[in-house]
């Protein structure tokens, strides 16, 4: 329950009601409007409508009591459609100075105990209000209520006087409380004699406040028994080279600097840390683990790509590290060969834990599997991984995971469902990776991230990547890493690979066909190309009318079978087809190396998805080509588009500022004519010029 809290009427019933308490002025909510408190009881509505919230010039109606308006009022002439909140003064009674009243009388009561002044069917607090002349009126709040009590001095303080016996526990009184007889009365509507409930009373125990520093002592004695008999956990593997210590800060800032202005941040509060120096060999990271430089010379890799440099001697050292750093760039590496290490120096050996040591959260199937194989293909030390992903075949993998892997590689949503089933042990992780965070929480993942990570040891080691920095992946870091340090690479602002040429066409909705069809027609044999299509059926449509000419072309979207979908990337990926008709699906992370362009047929939801549709060529220091296709529905993107191009210091067509121009016109003059409309026009740039629209 938010603002909405329960109130009572006279019948002891829930009603909603608008906002809490009225602050003065405060902008109110909702309403109810007059006709439906007419038609509640007399009781409800003094108990409804006249503590809702008032509308600026909106008049109280439906009172019983007029006293109580004036003092709400606080006795201020023309003013009495605002509201100030009651006080309550150590004498309890305010006079309004026109002697009609007082302002209400405020008790705060712990919500356990409300009932007792409510009494059964509401039965106690009418009776409360007729022997003391007041009004009285209850607004729950999360842990206790607020009682207000109108009317004059005299009756509010009588009336505070009852309830505190009430809750107090002189309950007992009953209605002898009124001529002073209490053994005479009788407990509300009870049916048994006052001395006997009384002895039960003395018997019960006084309801205790809730004690929270108790409580949450308790949660953590309860986490504390959660994850007692773990085995000790070791995180910090690193020796750093003499090579890598002899350099000097200047140095280091110049490499930084030179490597895409890598910016390294200690996110701790307090005691903040010395931030490792840069490697900038493989050799200065992995001279003691002959293993991985082993494999790191097989694959013929140069060097580290700045994001590994950097975050290598981290996550080594120990410490959660959040990467951000574009496509394309090396992540999966940063962060599986330091997980290797961990995993192999643990103390328990592998043969002695109940389950895998590192799990990878990922969004999509494809990415999962495409790290799978990442990890299969640097395979240390003979470790067993799994790919868990919703489409996969379910007991196959229950069978995998429950005959001992080292690392799963996992979709939440296939995770989670394992999970709750209770057929997959999470206790023996230490090292988690979410990857592309800002992907996972665009698709909705975030609950079952949250659930999955309540069953992983909260000292374990996390690692996030992410190709962008929004508010969610903020948030997801600080929940979930502790005192992380942050390496991003390049600039925060959305930016497309600059080793991509883009161009952008401007085309009519109907001959965008005859473009793709001319520029299949011109590929060399060595060219790769992923074509994005907006919807589906499109790319069913497409690939279909590509295969009716004769060419090979798959297609990949989420309509189709995942063992069709996987089929379709393997290949893609194998060179078996050249080209691959795919959704948004393919635009984030895959990591297809020999795509040589990227064809946007139809233009994508927003400038972020042509930025990650762009990354999927020009990877790991290649270069690639992109062709956009832009019609004149796609003006609203114009203005966005133009600062990409610009930033990755690409040539910005005349025709798309024109464009920019005239749909930012075409805002300024919207809002001309509907001057309360919402709406933008804010941004892009205006140089004057054409006024077509093409
Ligand atoms: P990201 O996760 O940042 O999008 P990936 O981890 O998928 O990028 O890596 C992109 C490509 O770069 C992969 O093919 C990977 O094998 C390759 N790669 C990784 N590290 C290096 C390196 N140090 N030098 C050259 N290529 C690398
Ligand atoms: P499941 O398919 O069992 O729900 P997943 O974790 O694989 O489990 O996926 C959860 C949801 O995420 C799917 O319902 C689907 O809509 C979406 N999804 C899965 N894989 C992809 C993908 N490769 N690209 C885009 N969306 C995906
Ligand atoms: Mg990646």
Redesign the pocket.
């Known amino acids: 329950m938010s603002d909405w809290e329960d109130e009572y009427d006279a019948g002891g019933v829930a009603i909603s009601k608008p906002l809490t308490l009225p602050v003065k002025n405060a902008p109110v909510q909702s309403w109810r409007p007059p006709s439906l408190r007419g038609a509640r009881s007399r009781e409800a509505t003094s108990f409804g409508a006249k503590f809702g919230n008032v509308r600026e010039g909106e008049q109280w109606t439906n009172w019983r009591d007029r006293d109580v308006e004036s003092n709400i009022c606080d006795g201020e002439a023309g003013k009495n459609n605002s509201y100030s909140r009651p006080r309550a003064g150590p004498t309890g009674c305010r006079s309004s100075g026109d002697g009609s009243g007082s302002s209400p009388e405020t008790l705060h009561v712990e919500n356990s105990l409300v009932g007792r002044i409510i009494g059964r069917g509401g039965a106690k607090i009418r009776e409360l209000e007729e022997s003391s002349g007041a009004s009285i009126k209850i607004n729950r709040g999360a842990h206790d209520a607020e009682v207000l009590i109108f009317g004059s001095c005299d009756a509010q303080l009588k009336a505070k006087d009852m309830i505190e016996d009430l809750v107090h526990g002189n309950s007992v009184r009953g209605p002898g409380y009124r001529n002073g007889n209490s053994d005479a009365g009788y407990q509300g509507d009870s049916c048994w004699p006052a001395s006997a409930v009384r002895a039960v009373a003395a018997a019960a125990p006084t309801p205790v406040p809730i004690d929270w520093t108790a409580l949450r002592e308790n949660r953590d004695k309860y986490e504390a028994i959660k994850w007692q008999d773990l085995p000790t956990l070791k995180k910090d593997f690193y020796i750093e080279a003499k090579s890598v210590a002899a350099r000097s800060a200047e140095e280091v800032k110049i490499w930084r600097k030179e490597n895409n202005n890598i910016f390294v941040d200690d996110l701790k509060d307090e005691d903040k840390r010395t931030i490792p120096n840069p490697v900038c060999t493989f050799e200065e990271a992995f001279v003691h683990y002959p293993g991985i430089m082993e494999n790191i010379v097989r694959v013929g890799?140069?060097?580290?790509?700045p994001i590994?440099s950097q975050a290598w001697p981290i996550i080594l050292k120990g410490i959660d590290l959040i990467g951000i750093?574009q496509?394309?760039?090396?992540?999966?590496?940063a962060y599986l060969l330091p997980g290797f290490i961990h995993m192999d120096e643990q103390p328990v050996p592998r043969d002695r834990r109940d389950g895998p040591g590192m799990l990878v959260l990922t969004p999509t199937r494809e990415l999962a599997l495409q790290i799978e194989a990442e990890c299969n293909k640097y395979s240390y030390k003979g470790f067993k991984s799994i790919c868990i992903y919703g489409g996969g075949d379910r007991k196959a993998q229950i069978k995998v995971v429950t005959s001992g892997v080292d690392i799963v590689i996992a979709t939440p949503g296939r995770l989670n469902d394992l999970q709750m089933n209770e057929l997959i042990n999470l206790r023996s992780i230490t090292y988690l990776v979410l990857d592309e965070a800002d992907r996972m929480l665009d698709m909705g993942f975030e609950p079952q991230i949250m659930k999955i990570i309540l069953d992983i040891r909260p000292d374990r080691q996390t690692v996030m990547t992410s190709a962008t920095w929004p508010t969610g992946v903020r948030r997801l870091a600080k929940s979930y890493l502790k005192e992380p340090m942050m390496v991003y690479v390049g600039t925060l602002d959305l930016a497309a690979v600059n080793t991509v040429h883009q161009t952008v066409l401007f085309v009519q909705e109907e001959e965008k066909k005859d473009y793709v069809f001319d520029f299949i027609h011109r590929m060399e044999p060595q060219d790769k190309v992923l074509i994005f299509v907006g919807k589906k059926i499109k790319a069913d449509d497409l690939s279909s009318d590509l295969c009716l000419q004769g060419v090979a072309v798959q297609s990949l979207h989420g309509d189709r079978e995942q063992s069709d979908r996987e089929e379709a990337l393997q290949d893609f990926r194998d060179g078996r087809v050249r080209i691959l008709v795919a959704t948004d699906l393919a635009s984030r992370?895959l990591?297809v190396?020999d795509i040589t362009h990227v064809f946007n047929y139809d233009f994508p939801r927003n400038v972020e998805e042509y930025v990650h549709r762009v990354g999927r060529t020009g990877?790991?220091g290649r270069s690639g080509a992109s062709v956009t296709l832009v019609t004149r529905e796609d003006w609203k993107v114009a203005s966005e588009l133009i600062t990409i191009l610009e930033r990755s210091g690409q040539d910005v067509p005349e025709e798309l500022v024109l464009m920019a121009e005239r749909y930012e016109k075409h805002q300024r003059e919207k809002e001309m004519f509907a001057p309360r409309g919402r709406g933008g026009g804010q941004r892009g740039r205006f140089r004057g010029g054409s006024e077509r629209r093409f």
């Open positions: 890799f140069q060097k580290p790509t590994q750093a496509t394309g760039t090396g992540k999966t590496l992370g990591d190396h990877r790991a």
